[in-house]
């Protein structure tokens, strides 16, 4: 188990190297002046000059990158071009609103998810595997985005049942968890009807299995060697699901999070790419592909938890 654990942690070593070189790189080159934007067009050439030296950018590509890698090993993710605060700080003030959320929608997706995914494998071609099919593809069909202006039109609009946006804060924690409701259910649904399919596909690749035969012929039923013999033995690619998908929930709910006015880590990184805050940008973006490789590893470690087979492999 060490050494699967050590190769892991090289591997995610190395993949944060590259994403920081790619991250960089193909931020940088984007055509435009982040000191000629934030002072306008009339500006002139000398005010310009001065503002790009000091926010750093009369410097070379390699320094810079140099500097800007052994700041975050730091902690330092450098200061905004645009509000001239530390970005740890923006960052730390909005996390709290991206992860919960994040957190959130998982959870309301796993809830959703396995027991319906678990129902249309133990009742395969009757009339409620065909209405959990046909609901998850209507779920991965439709946009988030509809969902969540059609959840505004009724439960905030209509019911007055939650409000239409905003975050007050975690002050009160009740208010809190109300407000991000919404926005998480609506997260939650299209990444639920994905999840219940692969759990439903997961299921009916072990019935074919001796273990299973050999389940049915000590007297369980269906549903009872799906619940007890199969659900783990599916959960590997169960698993890699749940990771991209909580990767995605916490890097990739910029339109939710701008439909909803949260003030969250997609809508300040968009915020930032409108304004040219490169640093911001770059800043946010490798936090984020950190995040999603801690997740992919505890993945990793969690394969091996569910199949020894993996921790033996060379």
């Known amino acids: 188990m060490l050494r699967f654990i050590l190769k892991r942690l090289l591997s995610l070593g190395l993949s944060l190297i590259a994403a920081s070189v790619v991250i960089f790189f193909a931020i940088e080159i984007i055509p435009g002046d982040p000191a000629r934007l934030m002072l306008g067009i009339n500006a002139t050439q000398d005010a310009v000059d001065a503002l790009r030296s000091q926010m750093g950018l009369d410097q070379g590509l390699l320094p810079r990158y140099w500097l800007w890698v052994s700041g975050l090993v730091q902690g330092d993710f450098g200061i905004s071009y645009t509000y001239r605060v ?26 959703i998810a396995f027991p319906i995914g678990i129902l249309a494998a133990s009742r395969r071609g009757t009339w409620a595997d065909w209405l959990v099919m046909g609901g998850t593809q209507l779920g991965i069909a439709i946009p988030n ?21 905003g975050f007050p804060g975690w002050e009160d924690p009740f208010l809190a968890i109300k407000a991000l409701t919404m926005p998480a259910f609506v997260l939650a649904l299209p990444q639920a009807s994905i999840l219940a399919r692969v759990m439903r596909s997961a299921l009916l690749d072990t019935l074919s299995e001796d273990f299973m035969r050999t389940a049915r012929a000590k007297g369980r039923t269906v549903r009872g060697a799906l619940v007890h013999h199969a659900l783990r033995n599916a959960m590997i690619p169960v698993l890699t699901i749940l990771g991209l998908q909580f990767s995605f929930l916490l890097a990739g709910a910029i339109i939710i999070e701008k439909i909803f006015f949260l003030p969250g880590l997609g809508s300040m990184i968009f915020t930032a790419i409108t304004q040219r805050d490169l640093i911001v940008v770059e800043s946010v973006v490798m936090l984020l592909v950190f995040a999603v490789i801690i997740v992919t590893f505890i993945v990793d470690i969690t394969y091996a938890l569910v199949d020894p087979r993996l921790r033996r492999r060379p």
């Open 86 to 111: 530390p970005v740890a700080e923006m960052v730390q003030g909005r996390v709290w609103v991206s992860l919960p959320l994040a957190l959130y929608a998982l959870g309301l997706s796993t809830l």
């Open 145 to 165: 985005f509809w969902f969540a202006m059609l959840a505004v039109s009724l439960l905030a609009i209509k019911y007055r049942l939650f409000s239409a946006g």
